[in-house]
């Protein structure tokens, strides 16, 4: 099992940006991909953006594309999100997930699941 928690969100101006961070421990070596996620109240739960352990591909929701980087720290212990040119739509609460393997990771079913942080943007 892999424990994440999250931190770095906060209310912003559009136009603004926030980094998130979401640490991991436990059987992190069993980790093949990590993704950002975010809900909005009324809203489903929606993939933001993925990344795989190995090969360090990526994958961003077209909403986020250009705007949103996903990257992993170098020890694989941990996933970041950098979100740049923040828009009142992003607001929702964001969440860090890992799945341990690429066909959980693609069919979205992530076994572990960060407590979430809130990012609001404002106009």
């Known amino acids: 099992q892999v424990q994440l928690v999250e931190s770095g969100g906060g209310s912003v101006q559009a136009g603004g940006s926030l980094r998130l961070s979401c640490a991991a421990s436990?059987?992190?070596?069993?980790?093949?991909?990590m993704g950002w996620f975010r809900q909005a109240p009324g809203q489903e739960r929606e993939a933001v953006a993925l990344?795989?352990?190995?090969?360090?591909?990526?994958y961003y929701t077209d909403s986020v594309k250009g705007r949103f980087t996903i990257s992993l720290a170098n020890a694989k212990n941990a996933v970041y999100l950098q979100m740049n040119s923040l828009k009142p739509e992003d607001t929702a609460m964001y969440y860090c997930?890992?799945?341990?393997?690429?066909?959980?990771?693609?069919?979205?079913?992530?076994?572990?699941w960060g407590q979430g942080t809130q990012v609001t943007v404002s106009s």
């Open positions: 997930a890992a799945a341990r393997s690429v066909s959980s990771c693609r069919n979205r079913d992530f076994g572990s």
């Open positions: 436990g059987s992190t070596y069993s980790t093949v991909c």
């Open positions: 990344i795989y352990t190995g090969p360090g591909s990526s």
